[in-house]
């Protein structure tokens, strides 16, 4: 089965500066697509950024930027210039590419503070 | 188009209480799931529908049921209620993807939750 670790529960970065959220997954597939989604205080579910796996390139957002690492599973969404509405909850999370089903499967989150 | 809508948005129940949780989506997906939100856990999915008229057990279906009641209908059945489903619940679906905006492998959308709290 498939698992995705965050390992950073919470993080604070100064504005203007970039913040670097890990996470790494477990996953025996080869095509398969890799999503951070930030959760504001609102609850709403808003998709950062989306990596599939058979792409090498990096993804990228405006701010947002991933460094994707294939081998070592690992997805990384580095923010630069962080702005006072970046602060959220970041989860990050995997859909396989070959299920049928297309459910997807998180991670337990990491709480990113903003200081001013 | 509403996208993916929920009610109720809040809810309170006693122990034991049964209760609905409807889920709708305009957007004629395959796909639907439901998902809990606990503090520290992140989102778990609970059921998922792969296609009208088909379910399926997620990570955490104890003490659920659902219905796909049709293409744009998802519903989440508490029995009885128990204190430790006490959560955030979201629905979600799934557009495939074919290219287009979404490109290869679609999109997920999400509802705006329910926070049940169980007494």
């Known amino acids: 089965a498939q698992t995705v670790t965050q390992s950073q529960p919470e993080m604070s970065v100064q504005e203007a500066e970039t913040v670097t959220l890990s996470c790494t997954y477990d996953t025996s597939e080869s095509d398969y697509y890799l999503f951070w989604y930030k959760q504001p205080p609102s609850r709403q579910m808003i998709l950062v950024i989306r990596q599939e796996a058979y792409k090498q390139q990096n993804a990228t957002e405006n701010r947002f930027s991933v460094n994707f690492q294939k081998a070592a599973k690992s997805f990384s969404l580095k923010i630069s210039d962080s702005q006072l509405g970046d602060a959220a909850m970041y989860f990050c999370a995997y859909r396989s590419g070959t299920n049928r089903d297309d459910k997807i499967i998180f991670g337990k989150g990491t709480r990113l503070h903003i200081l001013p | 188009n509403a996208g993916v809508t929920q009610t109720p948005k809040f809810q309170v129940l006693k122990t034991g209480q049964s209760m609905t949780l409807q889920c709708a989506q305009d957007?004629?997906?395959?796909?639907m799931y439901w998902y809990r939100q606990d503090p520290g856990m992140g989102l778990r999915l609970i059921y998922y529908?792969?296609?009208?008229?088909?379910?399926d057990k997620g990570e955490v279906p104890n003490g659920y049921n659902v219905s796909r009641l049709n293409k744009r209908e998802f519903s989440l059945r508490l029995e009885s209620a128990a204190p430790s489903q006490t959560s955030v619940y979201f629905c979600?679906?799934?557009?495939?993807?074919?290219?287009?905006?979404f490109g290869r492998g679609g999109r997920n959308f999400f509802g705006p939750g329910t926070r049940l709290t169980v007494l």
């Open positions: 979600a679906s799934h557009k495939s993807g074919t290219g287009g905006t």
């Open positions: 957007m004629n997906h395959n796909s």
């Open positions: 529908s792969a296609s009208e008229g088909t379910t």
